[in-house]
């Protein structure tokens, strides 16, 4: 899914192909090269920041996926160890239903043995009444000698009818027990193998669901340990954009200046109401020095930053009311005062053209205008020579 060894390849290919190569005589070509590589770098570290964010979005979805797998799993686990229980108490059947087998079996062997038993008494019988032809029980009462031994030959004639119905309804019975007997045991054995069979099913069924989670969590591990290399080899390649921004974003400050001009703060050409230099103070009267160039403007008017930098300031101060200074490199500060309202902040990185506030009369001021300064090296100098 993730390719590991691509990510050092790609850090390789992106710092590559964001070094600056060559360096023009032309001071401002440069500067602006300079800036587009910073562009190219921001692009780059917002793009794979963004591959971070998803990354680590797909890394929790699959460690809650993980986490319900696993719940389910022991689930499972739990389902497995039931139907262990539910097996060992069949085996208890079982071994009950496998006593009341046997003693079936012995009751049906012994039945059997009787009715054996009875054929071969009935076959004997029936074997000596055709060798003796048939047996006529009125010819023997009425050859009786004497009322005694008539008396005598019915009690035999009784005995032996009696014997015999008896035999017949022993045997009747006995058969009756065996067909019982034999519906039992077969009632017993379907039993145990609908039992058998059920619990079997069921193992098999859990086993394969245990199988499956278990392919399931290690998958999910697998692409949570992708994902967590992935994640910190973005972090590298971030963190080895960032230092490429810093190395660029120092280069071009160390260019800005020898790149020329800056650019005017304002969004047009305003007359200047008074010059760097000794002057007249328009408050007090007297003799001073004015450490910039006011630039006279409606209130309101938006102020531009002069060139790209750094924010080192954004407040208000008595005599500047509300200022600005901007950090441009190479020892170059740009100062912006008396503004009716800033739009920036301490520590804003800037561009050339962007709006850092309004114009106004805050603080030592007599009107609306903006006072802007140029320091180098923290030294106010004449602004008018920096000015496109």
């Not at 797998?69 to 060992?88: D, G, P, V």
């Given at each position: 899914?993730?390719?590991?060894?691509?990510?050092?390849?790609?850090?390789?290919?992106?710092?590559?192909?964001?070094?600056?190569?060559?360096?023009?005589?032309?001071?401002?070509?440069?500067?602006e090269?300079?800036?587009?590589?910073?562009?190219?770098?921001?692009?780059?570290?917002?793009?794979?920041?963004?591959?971070?964010?998803?990354?680590?979005?797909?890394?929790?979805?699959?460690?809650?996926?993980?986490?319900e797998?696993?719940?389910?799993?022991?689930?499972?686990?739990?389902?497995?160890?039931?139907?262990?229980?539910?097996?060992?108490e069949?085996?208890?059947?079982?071994?009950?239903?496998?006593?009341?087998?046997?003693?079936?079996?012995?009751?049906?062997?012994?039945?059997?043995?009787?009715?054996?038993?009875?054929?071969?008494?009935?076959?004997?019988?029936?074997?000596?009444?055709?060798?003796?032809?048939?047996?006529?029980?009125?010819?023997?009462?009425?050859?009786?000698?004497?009322?005694?031994?008539?008396?005598?030959?019915?009690?035999?004639?009784?005995?032996?009818?009696?014997?015999?119905?008896?035999?017949?309804?022993?045997?009747?019975?006995?058969?009756?027990?065996?067909?019982?007997?034999?519906?039992?045991?077969?009632a017993?054995?379907?039993?145990?193998?609908?039992?058998?069979?059920?619990?079997?099913?069921?193992?098999l069924?859990?086993?394969?669901?245990?199988?499956?989670?278990?392919?399931q969590?290690?998958?999910?591990?697998?692409?949570?340990?992708?994902?967590?290399?992935?994640?910190?080899?973005?972090?590298?390649?971030?963190?080895?954009?960032?230092?490429?921004?810093?190395?660029?974003?120092?280069?071009?400050?160390?260019?800005?200046?020898?790149?020329?001009?800056?650019?005017?703060?304002?969004?047009?050409?305003?007359?200047?109401?008074?010059?760097?230099?000794n002057?007249?103070?328009?408050?007090?009267?007297?003799?001073?020095?004015?450490?910039?160039?006011?630039?006279?403007?409606?209130?309101?008017?938006?102020?531009?930053?002069?060139?790209?930098?750094?924010?080192?300031?954004?407040?208000?101060?008595?005599?500047?009311?509300?200022?600005?200074?901007?950090?441009?490199?190479?020892?170059?500060?740009?100062?912006?005062?008396?503004?009716?309202?800033?739009?920036?902040?301490?520590?804003?990185?800037?561009?050339?053209?962007?709006?850092?506030?309004?114009?106004?009369?805050?603080?030592?001021?007599?009107?609306?205008?903006l006072?802007?300064?140029?320091?180098?090296?923290?030294?106010?100098?004449?602004?008018?020579?920096?000015?496109?």
């Open positions: 899914m993730f390719k590991k060894f691509l990510i050092p390849l790609m850090l390789v290919v992106v710092l590559v192909g964001l070094t600056v190569t060559s360096y023009d005589s032309h001071a401002l070509s440069e500067y090269k300079i800036k587009q590589e910073i562009k190219k770098v921001q692009e780059e570290a917002a793009k794979r920041a963004k591959q971070q964010r998803d990354a680590e979005q797909q890394l929790k979805k699959l460690q809650q996926q993980k986490k797998t696993q719940k389910n799993l022991a689930m499972i686990q739990e389902q497995l160890e039931a139907n262990s229980l539910a097996m060992m069949l085996e208890m059947q079982i071994l009950d239903t496998e006593s009341a087998l046997m003693d079936a079996n012995e009751q049906l062997a012994a039945v059997n043995k009787r009715i054996e038993e009875r054929d071969e008494l009935i076959r004997e019988r029936l074997r000596m009444m055709y060798k003796k032809g048939e047996v006529k029980y009125i010819e023997v009462l009425m050859n009786a000698t004497s009322f005694s031994d008539f008396l005598d030959r019915m009690h035999y004639l009784n005995l032996i009818v009696n014997q015999d119905h008896a035999i017949l309804e022993q045997q009747k019975a006995d058969k009756a027990v065996k067909e019982q007997k034999q519906q039992e045991v077969a017993h054995l379907a039993s145990l193998n609908d039992l058998y069979e059920q619990h079997e099913m069921k193992r069924e859990l086993e394969e669901l245990r199988k499956e989670r278990e392919v969590i290690a998958s999910l591990q697998q692409k949570e340990e992708e994902l967590e290399h992935l994640s910190e080899e973005i972090e590298k390649l971030i963190m080895a954009l960032a230092k490429k921004e810093a190395e660029l974003q120092e280069t071009a400050k160390k260019l800005a200046f020898s790149a020329g001009k800056l650019a005017y703060p304002l969004p047009q050409t305003y007359r200047v109401t008074s010059n760097f230099g002057r007249t103070d328009p408050i007090t009267g007297q003799k001073a020095f004015h450490s910039g160039m006011d630039i006279g403007a409606p209130y309101g008017t938006s102020i531009l930053a002069a060139a790209d930098g750094i924010v080192i300031a954004a407040q208000f101060v008595s005599g500047y009311g509300n200022y600005v200074i901007i950090d441009h490199g190479s020892g170059i500060w740009t100062l912006y005062a008396h503004m009716s309202k800033i739009t920036v902040k301490k520590g804003d990185e800037v561009e050339v053209g962007q709006k850092i506030g309004e114009v106004g009369s805050t603080g030592r001021s007599t009107g609306n205008h006072h802007f300064e140029v320091r180098k090296n923290q030294t106010a100098v004449d602004p008018a020579p920096y000015l496109k």
